[in-house]
């Protein structure tokens, strides 16, 4: 797992691919009455301590993007890979992503939600052939996650933009959340099954 310019570029796609995926998801729980705006978490807050706590969400989600990926896409799922069909080994491999996550999220959808995040992230691992850009969705989807949302974010901190949500609402927005990774899945297909007819099999350069 050699480390280069292209590795750094890798992770900023994955920040921007987030960054989209956020915005699309959020607006679509929105606009469905799934979630409603509720302030600003920071709000009242000196902006020393706001950059402070940003930069502290930053290197703290850093550690599981980098670690889980190379754990579930770079180690096990290259094993199983060996052992079985490619889609078998995905699919196992976001079981086992998913299963060590059930402290925090014990409902079945999100589960179920998070075996979809885990699966596309080993079907962008299998065909970039790097971690890289894996690892900057993860570490992106992680550092979003905590500061925008609802209620507190994983490290017990202020979100920037404070949602609100009934608990009946948490099945759709899994629900969308699922649905925006799987559009993110059938991009990067489409993008590849394109490139493959061109003789071009690059979508992001390799690292």
């Keep these: ?77 290259n094993y199983l890979m060996k052992k079985m069909s490619t889609p078998l080994a995905l699919l196992i491999g976001a079981i086992c992503f998913s299963i060590t996550h059930i402290g925090r999220y014990q409902d079945l959808m999100s589960l179920l939600c998070i075996v979809v995040i885990g699966s596309v992230f080993g079907y962008i691992f299998v065909k970039t052939k790097s971690l890289y850009l894996s690892i900057g969705l993860h570490f992106a989807w992680n550092f979003f996650s905590s500061l925008f949302g609802i209620g507190k974010s994983m490290f017990n901190t202020n979100f920037i933009l ?21 559009i993110l899945f059938f991009v990067v297909a489409f993008k590849y099954k394109m490139d493959e007819s061109k003789g071009n099999y690059n979508l992001i350069n390799k690292s």
């Design 1 to 77: 797992m050699k480390v280069d310019k292209n590795s750094f570029r890798n992770i900023g796609y994955g920040f921007g691919i987030v960054a989209i995926m956020f915005i699309l998801s959020y607006c679509a729980m929105y606009t469905f009455g799934i979630i409603t705006f509720k302030g600003y978490g920071f709000a009242g807050q000196s902006p020393i301590n706001t950059i402070g706590t940003i930069l502290l969400i930053l290197c703290t989600t850093a550690f599981p993007g980098f670690c889980e990926e190379i754990v579930y896409r770079g180690v096990i799922q």
């Design 162 to 182: 404070v949602f609100e949500s009934s608990k009946t609402s948490d099945f759709f927005a899994n629900l969308i959340i699922a649905i925006t990774f799987s």
